[in-house]
């Protein structure tokens, strides 16, 4: 049974900066593109960042982009995310998930993954 684990969400000022970790347990990502979600307050679940599965391609939302960067390490099979320059309307939970396919390159849409994380909190004061 696969597994992702979130971790390194808190408390953070606006301006800040923190840096999340998804671990998968029971399986590796060698071959599939790895996303990052998230869910505000009174939200629906969006894409942030999706990474290809050896790193080649990356993509972003608009309103993340050259803030946040998306990496992985295949061999640990975790994926990160580093967030700088935090504003209060990057408060949300932030979900790692695992494509569906091999096939996908990267990955946008919430359908196209089947393993998802427990999701992990992040809070910028402003």
């Known amino acids: 049974q696969v597994k992702l684990a979130e971790s390194g969400g808190g408390l953070v000022q606006a301006g800040g900066s923190l840096r999340l970790s998804c671990q998968v347990i029971?399986?590796?990502?060698?071959?599939?593109?790895m996303g990052w979600f998230r869910r505000a307050p009174g939200k629906e679940r969006e894409f942030v960042a999706s990474?290809?599965?050896?790193?080649?391609?990356?993509v972003y939302a608009d309103s993340v982009k050259g803030r946040f960067t998306i990496s992985r390490d295949n061999a640990k099979a975790m994926v990160f995310l580093q967030m700088d320059s935090l504003s209060s309307e990057d408060t949300a939970v932030y979900f790692c998930?695992?494509?569906?396919?091999?096939?996908?390159?990267?990955?946008?849409?919430?359908?196209?993954?089947?393993?998802w994380g427990q999701g992990t909190q992040v809070t910028v004061s402003s």
């Open positions: 029971g399986g590796n990502i060698n071959n599939w593109a």
């Open positions: 990474l290809s599965r050896r790193s080649g391609q990356a």
């Open positions: 998930a695992r494509a569906r396919s091999t096939t996908y390159v990267t990955a946008k849409d919430e359908n196209e993954y089947n393993y």
